[in-house]
């Protein structure tokens, strides 16, 4: 607990899907001055998202969707190429992201490896980020993938040249952070060469 913040008051501001708050607090300044502070809180739980990658192949897995909040700001079609990502539940991320990925991409995986854990948009949400990487083969593929049809998912599932994509990279076309950090991990550490 930490000894420069008290009195903390949440006032729910909308339930609706998941939950904001408005969250106001007394904050000890460095010169020991109390201030009252106040911040919206967005809880929409944590998340992950994995890089599927064949080293034979020298091939990714990635998704694209429509994402409502990127057309709001600049994203001229709304469209954003991602890693598959998801919902996830605190208890065991591992088989959460191995389930979302089949629903995403139709790829069936045994393991994945956990890299990173980040907050998404600390000055906002309160989501944390489970960063994965796993390999696939094409025998894992169990259907077409594209998301549940009741959740009204509607995924392209882009299986691409590693090299293509690390140029899309460069050149600006990745704009999803997930995607940017997995990516930026997989030529670091060498996963296809
Ligand atoms: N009705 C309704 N449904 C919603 C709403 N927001 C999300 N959903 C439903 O919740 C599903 C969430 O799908 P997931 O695949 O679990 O999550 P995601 O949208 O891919 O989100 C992932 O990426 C986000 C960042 O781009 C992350 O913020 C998130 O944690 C997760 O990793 C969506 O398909 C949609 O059906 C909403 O406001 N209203
Ligand atoms: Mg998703």
């Known amino acids: ?22 969250v106001s607090f007394d904050y000890l300044m460095k010169d020991g ?43 001229e079609d709304g469209f954003l190429v991602e890693v598959a990502a998801g919902m996830l539940d605190k208890d065991n991320p591992e088989e959460c992201i191995i389930r979302e990925t089949e629903e995403e ?9 956990k890299v990173y854990e980040s907050y998404s948009s600390p000055g906002v949400l309160t989501e944390k980020m489970h960063f994965f990487v796993g390999e696939y083969t094409d025998n894992m593929k169990v259907h077409e993938g594209g998301g549940l049809d009741n959740e009204q998912e509607d995924i392209e599932v882009l299986e691409m040249p590693f ?15 997930r995607t940017i950090v997995l990516i930026q991990y997989a030529i670091i550490h060498k996963l296809i060469e």
Request: net charge positive; glycine share 6%.
């Open 1 to 22: 607990m930490s000894n420069k913040i008290k009195n903390i008051q949440k006032a729910l501001l909308s339930d609706n899907y998941y939950i904001l708050n408005k």
């Open 33 to 75: 001055r109390w201030v009252n502070t106040m911040r919206e809180v967005y809880d929409r739980g944590d998340g992950a998202g994995i890089l599927l990658y064949n080293k034979e192949k020298k091939t990714v897995i990635l998704t694209k969707q429509f994402r409502m909040p990127t057309f709001m700001n600049d994203n």
């Open 105 to 113: 991409t139709g790829y069936r995986l045994k393991k994945v490896k």
């Open 163 to 177: 090299n293509e994509v690390v140029d899309k990279l460069h050149n600006g076309e990745i704009v999803d952070t």
